[in-house]
């Protein structure tokens, strides 16, 4: 099994390589922001081995990461090709909301229901050729590419 540096250093350099091919294709400079900064949020912190422990580079945000490993045994649904991101994302977007939820039970923030409305049409009305959409899809192709490049460095370290 590939080590964390191996990983990091693999998907450092395929991140960079994607970035400069989509920069070289004229992608608009918020999608390609979008898409490297994703490629190396989810390397960095949110990689499929976020089960295994928060990482020191994480600092206090590594606290969120501790629930996560209650719920993914490594190499278990954190390594499913797609599968696995999605559902690091869905367990971002249910922290975010509990966060929130809290927040808005102690007064700090007010969430009139026209937003919850708002939000919903967003999702609903999906259209990945207008912004923001674009560069929402831009953000998850990112992540799912760093996890790719995270899981054939752990497939070829198996090989050899």
Known sequence: MAMGRTHDLCNIGVGLGCSGWLLARDLDPISLVAFAGSWFFATWFFSPDADLGPKNRAGLLGIFLYPYRLFSKHRGLSHWPVV????????????????????????????PTSNWSALWHFLKDFNPQISPYRELSWGIIGMIGADLTHLLVDKISDWV
């Open 84 to 111: 696995g991101t999605l559902s690091r994302l869905l367990y971002l977007l249910v922290l975010l909301g509990l966060v929130w939820w809290v927040a808005q039970q102690w007064g700090h923030v007010d969430v």
